[in-house]
């Protein structure tokens, strides 16, 4: 299948799960069209690239390793991702990659994922995290910004302000999330302080 027939194929994609799901398979049965279908989602010029961009979300669900083979273009393509219907699966993508990455089990992400990797993760998610987007890339955004500060520490003192300076100005959800974060980051200081108190 080429580019373009995979462009058409996306054409026929709509809300409903059974058509990406069926678009999903084809890709997950070819990894090869997983360059080809980057390529679209990062063109970011309309419908279509959204569509492109719901299915990389879907295959990150399913089989992560897709993700990993092209995690240059990935992490270097999703900051051109400007609308609202690309940013929300991107930063989706970002927030499983992120948990795969601090988790306690081991597992490939862990090995793949170079420090480049997570600056350019760090990068796209306070971009979405500050810009005008909807409640849900900024969701998953904080998380993987949460997660990344355990090897990036400056971004705690960041993300803390960000989030308390925008808190009154949130959603009911975004709200729920960055009190979420925000109690996370009190802890951590908490302890931290309560460890430099005994020497």
């Given amino acids: 299948m080429t580019k373009s027939e995979l462009f058409k194929s996306l054409n026929y994609v709509d809300g409903t799960r059974d058509k990406r799901s069926e678009v999903t398979q084809l890709v997950l049965n070819n990894p090869q069209f997983i360059s080809s279908l980057m390529e679209i989602a990062f063109e970011d010029n309309g419908v279509i690239s ?3 961009c719901w299915i990389l979300e879907f295959i990150a669900k399913k089989n992560i390793q897709l993700i990993l083979i092209n995690i240059d273009g990935f992490t270097m393509g ?8 690309s940013v929300r ?25 170079k420090e480049y990797h997570l600056e350019r993760i760090t990068t796209s998610c306070f971009d979405w995290l500050i810009g005008e987007h909807k409640v849900a890339a900024k969701a998953y955004s904080m998380t993987s910004l949460y997660l990344l500060s355990e090897k990036f520490e400056w971004i705690r003192s960041e993300l803390q302000m960000i989030l ?22 009190n802890k951590e200081i908490e302890n931290h302080l309560r460890v430099t108190k005994l020497f």
């Fill in 50 to 52: 959204s569509k492109a």
């Fill in 78 to 85: 999703m900051s051109k991702v400007q609308l609202d219907s």
């Fill in 89 to 113: 699966p991107m930063a989706k993508i970002c927030e499983i990659l992120t948990k795969a990455f601090f988790s306690k089990s081991k597992n490939e992400v862990q090995t793949k994922l």
């Fill in 164 to 185: 308390e300076q925008n808190y009154s100005l949130g959603s009911a959800a975004y709200k729920a999330r960055a009190r979420q974060i925000l109690t996370l980051i």
